[in-house]
């Protein structure tokens, strides 16, 4: 018995369906598209103010340039880096952005925390004056505060030394000046963060407080055991942008009151890296220093974005 075979031909897909699926894909298309323009700007703005310079940054790392247009480079390699880590200035202005760091904690955490646990138990007008008062200084320019604080600083004249009752030259000696920055730049930051925690402790249900005086618990161990735990994620909030942004923020004071000085006391990393690029003209070595500096804040945020998991409590 011989089979027989039947060759059949390959139908043809019918052309309604392929266009019909065509007009199909593209409305997809434009409907998954919304979402994305919104996002055009802002990932442009990163792409232009961020991206672009750090990619300038890194090639000029490589160089050795006074930034006159009518000087060439001269490729120099690791060496900027070599130096950089050789560098004396380098490790006490990394002390010194360490220590106003932790200074400021006390004005970005700690005093926030007091103050914003303090009012919310005021009244209604009470409770708005206070507010107003405590965020009036994040609205004065950082240059503007400066010129205020070193009137109010002077020696001779100023309203603290008179307060005090004894001179203190708080621009030109080591430690007073020190202070100086970390309390003006804290005095700043103040009213921002006691908004930030004013508005975390609004998130935390009244629910927990009225369960915990039915329990008999005071005010103290409400705050201890049921407020903090809760606010811990605000207050991890603040201390992460304390740290990643302290350099930045005390940067407008020291180069307006101190200039880095007496004796390079008060220049942190950011004054550091201003001097070499622009007091210096070391391009090279100053965009060397902002590429590490971008680097070691970059594994610093890391660490503590994890660490931020295990410290903070989250109401479910």
């Known amino acids: 018995m011989t089979g027989t075979f039947v060759e059949v031909a390959a139908v043809p897909r019918p052309r309604a ?7 199909a894909l593209a409305r997809r298309a434009v409907r998954a598209l919304p979402p994305y323009l919104f996002l055009l700007p802002a990932v442009g703005a990163l792409v232009v103010w961020t991206y ?6 890194l090639n000029l790392s490589f160089f050795s340039w006074n930034l006159l247009p009518t000087t060439p480079k001269e490729y120099v390699g690791l060496d ?5 880590i050789d560098l004396p200035e380098l490790r006490n202005a990394l002390w010194l952005t360490v220590a106003m760091t932790g200074a400021l904690l006390l004005f970005t955490v700690v005093l926030p925390t ?5 009012t919310s138990a005021l009244g209604g007008r009470g409770r708005a004056v206070y507010g107003a008062l405590i965020f009036a200084p994040v609205l004065v320019p950082p240059v503007a505060g400066a010129a205020l ?3 109010m600083l002077d020696p001779r004249s100023g309203a603290v030394d008179r307060v005090l009752g004894h001179p203190i030259n708080w621009i030109h000696e080591v430690r007073p000046a020190q202070i100086a920055i970390v309390v003006i730049t ?3 930051l103040l009213g921002f963060a006691v908004l930030v925690v004013a508005a975390g402790l609004s998130g935390i249900d009244d629910e927990y407080r009225a369960a915990a005086l039915l329990d008999r618990a005071s005010r103290w161990q409400i705050t201890r055991w049921i407020v903090l735990p809760l606010l811990s994620p605000t207050l991890v909030f603040l201390a992460l ?8 923020l005390t940067f407008p004071l020291i180069d307006t009151l101190t200039q880095g000085g007496p004796d390079s006391q008060t220049t942190n990393v950011y004054y550091l890296l201003w001097e070499y690029g622009f007091q210096n003209f ?3 070595f100053a965009s060397a220093a902002g590429l590490l500096f971008f680097a070691a804040f970059g594994l610093v945020a890391l660490a503590l974005i994890r660490l931020s998991d295990r410290l903070t409590f989250h109401d479910s």
């Open 80 to 84: 900027n880096y070599r130096r950089l």
């Open 52 to 57: 672009r310079p750090l990619g300038a940054a």
């Open 241 to 248: 942008m304390t740290i990643l942004m302290s350099g930045q």
């Open 149 to 151: 604080w070193q009137w």
């Open 186 to 188: 804290g005095w700043h």
């Open 114 to 118: 007091v103050v914003a646990l303090w």
């Open 282 to 284: 070391d391009t090279g």
């Open 17 to 23: 369906v392929v266009t019909a699926q065509r007009p």
